[in-house]
Nanobody, 120 residues
Framework: VQLQASGGGLVQPGGSLRLSCGSDEPISRINVMGWYRQAPGKQRELVAK???????KYADSVKGRFTISRDDAKNTLSLQMNSLKLEDAAVYYC???????????????WGQGTQVTVSS
């Protein structure tokens, strides 16, 4: 599975960005899709996940600010990020999982990452 993330950039604190992830596989067939992020010197962490039956899971740090969504017609996974904070700055990676039980999958695929910079 090839994943292509886009939409990163520079934004001021309090601003918004929308990340998108395209796939060469129909996303309707991808059990779990999501976004992870990795800041310098830190481990990669979950941001949000979405299942084919519309269940979602968010990191506590982004609840109420970020929204993950799938558009099967456009074959795109999106992450709407509002009220961005300095600590949201990271490289954001698109994720696809197969063979999943709830949100835990046995086959993981990753996109190349897109940089989100939050700075005044």
């Amino acid at each position: 599975v090839q994943l292509q993330a886009s939409g990163g950039g520079l934004v001021q604190p309090g601003g918004s960005l929308r990340l998108s992830c395209g796939s060469d596989e129909p996303i309707s067939r991808i059990n779990v899709m999501g976004w992870y992020r990795q800041a310098p010197g830190k481990q990669r962490e979950l941001v949000a996940k979405s299942t084919t039956d519309s269940r979602t899971k968010y990191a506590d740090s982004v609840k109420g600010r970020f929204t993950i969504s799938r558009d099967d017609a456009k074959n795109t996974l999106s992450l709407q990020m509002n009220s961005l904070k300095l600590e949201d700055a990271a490289v954001y990676y698109c994720y696809a999982g197969f063979g999943c039980s709830h949100f835990d999958c046995v086959a993981d695929y990753w996109g190349q990452g897109t940089q989100v910079t939050v700075s005044s």
